[in-house]
């Protein structure tokens, strides 16, 4: 069963998962001499992201031992405003002394999506040098949560689900329930979130209880509900949300108030 955190507010969730954030960089690095994370894309995440390019937390990661992926990104140019990679280098990148070679993006200008995907996939085996055979593990993946029940850009009845042969592939506007605008995307698959060590979802505001709701609560059924995909095999998922995410859960705690991680 996944870990619930209720926020009571965006500003507490965010601070609390920059401290869930250092924690496991400085964990990874102290045991294997490395961490790789992979960012979360649309708007929830920024302010998290702003955190960790602030003291005290940007002190507290060494950023040459980090390797920075995506889970997912959109198929436009890395200068573009709906480019995840963009958010990620204004919010923290530019602010952090992490090595260019370390930041990873997924080349969403590329005229081929496939072509793209197939390169990301290539270099996340480079990177974490793991064999083609084995599934590359990550040590954190950071997902947000759509109201239609997305996650990273696995959308509701997509082919994407059942990638099992795949780390990487291209997401077609032609899909059903793309949310708009109508732009192609590239996306980790279930595969690859589910052997990273841990995964943090960050969900807030009313409109995304009833995903929410549906994927925590809900039967199972991943394919209405892709979130629900992200079940690591032998990793740790997390669920932080806000108040009024979480407003529509049964038995859950009250809302966390600052406080520890
Ligand atoms: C993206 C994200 C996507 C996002 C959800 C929630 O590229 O947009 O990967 O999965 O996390 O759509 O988006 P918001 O945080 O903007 O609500």
Redesign the pocket.
């Known amino acids: 069963m996944p870990e619930i955190v209720v926020c009571a507010d965006r500003g507490t969730l965010s601070e609390r998962a920059a401290r869930r954030v250092v924690t496991a960089a400085t964990t990874a690095i102290g045991a294997r001499g490395g961490f790789a994370i992979a960012l ?7 302010p998290l992201y702003r955190e960790l390019a602030d003291a005290p937390h940007r002190d507290a990661i060494d950023w040459s031992r980090i390797h920075v992926f ?5 198929c436009v140019p890395p200068d573009h405003e ?1 480019s ?1 990679y963009r958010m990620a280098r204004e919010t923290l990148l530019d602010a952090v002394p992490i090595p260019g070679r370390r930041i990873h993006r997924i080349h969403g200008e590329e005229p081929d999506p496939e072509y793209a995907a197939d390169l990301y996939e290539r270099e996340i085996h480079r990177t974490l040098a793991s064999p083609p055979r084995e599934t590359p593990r990550l040590d954190l993946v950071l ?5 239609d029940g ?5 959308f509701p009845e997509s082919p994407a689900l059942e990638a099992d042969d795949r780390l990487v592939v291209a997401v077609k506007a032609s899909e059903p329930r793309i ?1 708009p605008p109508v732009v192609e ?1 590239i ?1 980790l698959t279930p595969r690859a979130l589910n052997a990273a060590d841990e995964t943090l979802f ?4 009313e ?2 209880a009833p995903a929410v709701r549906a994927v925590l609560e809900g039967p199972r059924e991943p394919r209405r509900w892709p979130a629900q995909a992200v079940r690591p095999e032998a990793g740790r998922t997390t669920w932080m949300l806000d108040a009024a995410a979480a407003s529509e859960l049964s038995g859950i705690p009250g809302p966390v108030r600052g406080g520890t991680t």
Request: proline residues 3%; aromatic residues 4%.
């Open positions: 979360a894309g649309g708007s929830t995440p920024g995506w889970g997912d990104e959109r709906e995840n997902l947000g949560l759509g109201s997305h996650t990273a850009s696995l949310q995307r996306t960050l969900v807030v505001g409109e995304k």
